[in-house]
């Protein structure tokens, strides 16, 4: 029996950095990954972590405001995504990344981070916990319908 890659690779897209994480071939443990530099040069390099990891799905973050309306980085969240989808075959998946930013900055001070050498990796901790949450949810859903 041949195993199927479940890899996915999310974006947490901002416009000075995106956070990058990745989850394992079987779809259980997300881990944030270096975060690649915002801007024009992001989709070229978003390519390369595509080529690198080899991934099924790519999850992007939508950061909507609490009552879940859109914002400006919804849109260009959202335009990003339509960005990589013209030059990429993978599957993108939006997903509501609410709160991520506040759960990885709690997650990191206790891992005793401070704000200045939390900057460089809020992003990636905030992408893998929405990966985790969406894997998470795809293990739950398959354990429901067997």
């Not at 029996?1 to 259980?28: H, P, S, Y």
């Not at 595509?50 to 914002?71: F, R």
């Amino acid at each position: 029996m041949t195993r199927v890659n479940q890899r996915r690779l999310a974006f947490d897209v901002g416009t000075v950095r995106i956070g990058v994480a990745t989850c394992d071939f079987d779809a259980i443990l997300a881990s944030p990954q270096n975060a690649i530099g915002g801007g024009e040069e992001s989709i070229r390099s978003a390519l390369d972590l595509i080529h690198e990891y080899e991934p099924c799905e790519i999850i992007v973050g939508l950061p909507s405001n609490l009552k879940g309306n859109d914002t400006a980085s919804t849109e260009n969240a959202r335009e990003w995504a339509r960005q990589l989808a013209l030059v990429s075959s993978i599957p993108i998946t939006l997903i509501d990344e609410r709160l991520t930013t506040i759960q990885a900055t709690g997650a990191l001070r206790a891992g005793g981070l401070n704000s200045k050498q939390m900057r460089s990796r809020i992003d990636s901790a905030a992408a893998a916990i929405f990966l985790q949450a969406y894997i998470d949810r795809l293990t739950q859903a398959k354990g429901s319908a067997q």
